[in-house]
């Protein structure tokens, strides 16, 4: 027969409990509270099971809570720092449980968004002149004798071209429906979109309203680019290359330029794109 006795220690508050089991537990092992004794095999295989799960559901929240930071990241650079200076200048003045649990009466939605839709019409209407003329100094520039014969100086002419004409088209196409920009869901969205960056509706609606300006930035740079070129570039306006355009650099570097104009253009286009379906709604 097995015996139960306990033991009181003074010097500890807490007390020690030593089983001895016939059979089951050796006498000389002591179970405390601060020592619970060896655990069976399958509760330690349980427990390296959990370990495993845990380790794997943190690294996902992990990618999870990264993804967004580097997407916004990304868009920060193709705009040139203006998606963050559009969000804090234009968003919305609530927080994401306010608009969770209690949003905003659609009145007081509408009449903020058209306060804030007044001034991006200003910004728009300011794109639509410059960016008219920018598109016009870049097509003046494709008449200048060799610019077509250097790859990077017709690169980037062409470039300031797409950017220019999307910056341009981009900014029409908000003007021309400016009247649809009053309506309620786009004052929705925009409250939706207003108290973080993190959610993909969020980062492309503001992208979307962002690019006009980051369009006609990106087409002056290409055309101070081409008039670098032009002006250091002493084999400009000296004819063909003397190898007919046949060498291996020359093949890559056309071939360069006409994977990064393709990829410009697909931009744009997805662009203008995203622009008509924010205006026309859902």
């Given at each position: 027969m097995g015996s139960h006795c306990e033991q009181y220690n003074p010097g500890s508050l807490t007390p020690s409990i030593t089983l001895y089991t016939?059979?089951?537990?050796?006498?000389?092992?002591q179970v405390t509270a601060n020592n619970p004794g060896p655990q069976p095999s399958w509760i330690q295989e349980q427990l390296r099971s959990l370990r495993g799960i845990?380790?794997?559901?943190?690294?996902?929240?992990?990618?999870?809570?990264?993804?967004?930071?580097?997407?916004?990241?990304?868009?920060?650079?193709?705009?040139?720092?203006?998606?963050?200076?559009?969000?804090?200048?234009y968003r919305a003045e609530t927080t994401g449980a306010e608009t969770a649990s209690l949003?905003?009466?659609?009145?007081?939605?509408?009449?903020?968004?058209?306060?804030?839709?007044?001034?991006?019409?200003?910004?728009?209407?300011?794109?639509?002149?410059?960016?008219?003329?920018?598109?016009?100094?870049?097509?003046?520039l494709l008449q200048i004798p060799g610019v077509t014969e250097s790859i990077l100086a017709r690169t980037s002419t062409i470039a300031a071209c797409v950017c220019g004409g999307s910056a341009f088209l981009l900014s029409a196409v908000f003007i021309s429906m400016r009247s649809k920009f009053n309506r309620g869901k786009i004052a929705h969205?925009?409250?939706?979109?207003?108290?973080?960056?993190?959610?993909p509706k969020a980062l492309t609606f503001w992208t979307t309203l962002?690019?006009?300006?980051?369009?006609?930035?990106?087409?002056?740079?290409?055309?101070?680019?081409?008039?670098?070129?032009?002006?250091?570039?002493?084999?400009?306006?000296?004819?063909?290359?003397?190898?007919?355009?046949?060498?291996?650099?020359?093949?890559?570097?056309f071939i360069a330029s006409g994977v990064f104009l393709t990829s410009l253009i697909i931009g744009a286009v997805v662009q203008v794109h995203r622009a008509i379906s924010l205006v026309r709604g859902p």
């Open positions: 016939h059979g089951m537990v050796d006498e000389n092992s845990q380790s794997e559901l943190g690294q996902k929240m992990k990618n999870l809570n990264t993804r967004p930071t580097i997407f916004i990241a990304l868009w920060t650079t193709l705009t040139l720092g203006l998606l963050p200076v559009y969000y804090a200048e949003p905003p009466p659609a009145d007081t939605e509408v009449r903020s968004w058209k306060a804030v839709a007044r001034d991006l019409t200003k910004v728009w209407a300011l794109c639509t002149t410059e960016a008219y003329l920018v598109l016009r100094l870049s097509l003046t969205l925009w409250v939706e979109a207003s108290p973080s960056l993190s959610a962002v690019s006009p300006m980051s369009y006609l930035i990106w087409s002056l740079i290409f055309c101070i680019l081409t008039l670098l070129v032009v002006s250091w570039n002493r084999y400009i306006g000296r004819g063909p290359s003397p190898d007919g355009g046949n060498s291996a650099d020359t093949k890559a570097a």
